[in-house]
């Protein structure tokens, strides 16, 4: 009798284990396509800010600690540092700004977005082709931009 009793008590913990087990609420997986889509949404918005000189825009997209690394300068660190960057590329004229996302993977800390971007600008509509990479992180809710980096393709111009 002894001996069953052991059996149903072990067979009574593995089925309340079992239950346990069933019931608990398993962490919900990381949607990077949605993520990407998202992402996707806020470039247009990015690029459009570009055009329409939406300057407030293009600061609150980036984290407070946002870092730029614009071509041919320093590190720009934090949001009044990047306002002025921004600026001076309104002042370019630009008429026309496209990104296309050539990679995107990340996860719930961080999400990267790789792409090739066009641009056209000033009165001799002058064309610039290259590649960016941002990396998004959560701010307030919000994904921002938290490193963005960008290069030509186009061949350097000679100095004098």
């Known amino acids: 009798m002894r001996k069953h009793l052991g059996m149903f008590f072990l067979i009574g913990c593995g089925l309340a284990l079992l239950v346990l087990g069933c019931n608990q609420q398993q962490k919900p997986t990381f949607d990077v396509t949605a993520m990407e889509k998202i992402i996707e949404e806020k470039n247009n918005q990015f690029t459009k800010a570009h055009i329409t000189g939406d300057s407030a825009f293009l600061v609150n997209i980036f984290t407070q600690d946002a870092k730029v690394f614009a071509p041919n300068s320093d590190v720009v660190i934090g949001r009044?540092?990047?306002?002025?960057?921004?600026s001076q590329y309104l002042k370019l004229d630009i008429k026309e700004f496209r990104e296309e996302t050539t990679a995107f993977y990340g996860n719930e800390d961080y999400l990267i977005d790789e792409g090739n971007y066009y641009v056209r600008y000033g009165k001799d509509n002058t064309i610039d082709k290259g590649k960016y990479l941002n990396v998004w992180k959560k701010e307030d809710g919000d994904w921002k931009i938290y490193s963005n980096i960008?290069?030509?393709?186009?061949?350097?111009?000679?100095?004098?």
């Open 80 to 86: 009044p540092a990047i306002a002025v960057v921004n």
């Open 150 to 160: 960008w290069n030509t393709n186009m061949p350097a111009t000679p100095t004098k």
